[in-house]
Every structure is written in C-alpha cells, then in structure tokens.
C-alpha cells in the first residue's frame, strides 16, 4: 500500500509538515510512504527576492513528482500554503497537468487529503483545503480529513491550526513561526488516518 505525500512549500513550513505526515502515515503497517515536491515555476531571480532559495535549499533532495507517478499510489495527501486564500500556483499547474489522468480515471478510487499552511490565523487555510477538494472529487478520490477524534483541534489554550478539513500551520506575517507540536500532532494524525484508510481500501 503506497501513500505519496505530494507538497509545495515556498518557506520550509510546509515541509515540515510533510514530514510530520510521513511519521505518521509509515505507523500504518504496510504503508510505503514517500514524499515528492511538484514543479517550481517561478524563476531563480524571482524565487532570490522572495528569500526563498535558502529554505529551497533544504528540500532539494526531495524528488520533483510527475504526473505519472499519481496511479501507482493508493493515497495521495497533497500539502499547500495558501495564496489569496487557494492553493499555491505550482500546485494547481502540477495538478491541471493530470487531465490524461482524469480522462482515463486513473485516480478514482483513491484516498485524497489536503493539508495547509497560511501566514495569519484566519488568512484561508479553509478555504485553501475545501477549494483544493473539488478537484479531488472531480478525479474522483475519496476525499479524507482531520476527524475531531484529533482532539487537539478543540484545544483553545494557544493559537493553533487545524481543522476538519485538514491539519494546517501558522507561519506568522514574518513566516518565523515554525509548526507547533499540536499542529505537527495534528498533521501525524491526518497521515496515519489516511494510510488506515488506504490500507482498508486495499485490503
Ligand atoms: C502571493 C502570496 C499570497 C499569499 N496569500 C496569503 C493569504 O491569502 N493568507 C495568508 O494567511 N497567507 C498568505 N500568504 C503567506 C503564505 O501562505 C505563507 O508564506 C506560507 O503558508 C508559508 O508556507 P511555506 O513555508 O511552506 O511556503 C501568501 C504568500 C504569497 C507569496
């Protein structure tokens, strides 16, 4: 039973959640999990302006996914920061380059999850995820969540993401706050849920 975990991340954030799914989706007996980055689309100069090849640097020996690898997995959790509330451009031109896939229904049937991560506490990581779901459902995935047996969702004693919808992080207007460890929790969880799933499915 395989689970790619297929992310963009701009500023290391996100990564840091991938990798927090990855823990928790290798807990699943049988799961082979792996993570893989989709395509950078902004030029170098670009990229050098943002501030963002220092932490490019971290993860460039993460494989770049192609389209092709999508119906070899069983799962697919896709991870995204926000961008005016969506997805992040690059994973929405990884993801229009799947119209083969959909056209063939190579991915129907299989378990789709989202997870995300915004500067502010309410700047769309919702919204991100629930948007970033209808093209799930239109590739026809069984589209899985954070259930509230994740109980630190509930928690209100410190600012937290996590929804859901999926798990998700705050990187603060700065981009200084790394995941916290409830956000982390959160996001193991939503990894080994997923890989469960996936292995019920399978079985
Ligand atoms: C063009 C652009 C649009 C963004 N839009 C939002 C937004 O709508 N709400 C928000 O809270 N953060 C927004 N951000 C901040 C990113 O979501 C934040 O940098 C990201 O979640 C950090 O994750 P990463 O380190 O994995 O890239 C935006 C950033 C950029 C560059």
Known sequence: MKVLIVFYSMYGHIYRMAEAVAEGARQ???????????PETLPENV???????EPQNTMAHIPVCTVDELPSA??????????????????????DATG??????????????VFASSATQHGGQESTILSFHITLLHQGMVVVGLPYSFQGQMRIDEITGGSPYGASTIAG???????????LEA?????????????????
């Open 187 to 203: 996001a193991r969880y939503q990894g080994k849920h997923v890989a469960a799933i996936a292995a019920k499915l399978a079985g």
């Open 100 to 113: 083969q896939l959909w056209a063939k229904g190579k991915l129907v049937g299989k378990v789709g999850s």
């Open 74 to 95: 069983d799962a697919v959790i896709f991870g995204t920061p926000t961008r005016f509330g969506n997805m992040c451009g690059q994973m929405r031109q990884f993801l």
């Open 47 to 53: 990229l050098a302006k943002m501030g963002a090849l």
């Open 173 to 183: 207007g700065d981009g200084k706050r790394m995941p916290s460890e409830n956000e």
């Open 28 to 38: 699943v007996k049988g799961a082979e999990v792996e993570l893989r980055r989709v």
